[in-house]
């Protein structure tokens, strides 16, 4: 059984910063790209950042020049360091990866359950 597993959200004042974690844990085999949406009260879903296997990223335009996405592909783990936070950056942000989980097997899309991000103002 894949998992995915997210850590680091919490309240925070504006201006301040966050890392959020996101660990991926079982049957893997290999891991594509992998993300950070976020999604607040009353609101869609939406990506945040991505990160391809060889590192290539792309964010959305709320935030760049303010967070960064990388990824530890040995412990595929993916990071969000969130700096400058502002009060609409509040909202859930859940991980996301695409896993091939055997060699045999389809690439599959699998969720964290979300981690609470509150910026104060």
């Known amino acids: 059984q894949l998992q995915l597993v997210e850590s680091g959200g919490g309240l925070v004042q504006a201006g301040g910063s966050l890392r959020l974690s996101c660990a991926a844990s079982?049957?893997?085999?290999?891991?594509?790209?992998m993300g950070w949406y976020r999604q607040a009260p009353g609101k869609q879903r939406e990506l945040v950042a991505a990160?391809?296997?060889?590192?290539?990223?792309n964010y959305a335009d709320s935030v760049k020049g303010r967070f960064t996405i990388s990824r530890d592909n040995a412990k595929n783990t993916v990071y969000l360091q969130m700096n400058s936070l502002k009060p609409e950056d509040t909202a859930v942000y859940y991980c996301?990866?695409?896993?091939?989980?055997?060699?045999?097997?389809?690439?599959?899309?699998?969720w964290g359950q979300g981690t609470q991000v509150t910026v104060s103002s």
């Open positions: 996301n990866a695409d896993v091939i989980s055997d060699p045999d097997s389809d690439e599959g899309d699998y």
């Open positions: 079982g049957s893997i085999f290999s891991i594509n790209a």
């Open positions: 990160i391809t296997s060889g590192g290539s990223t």
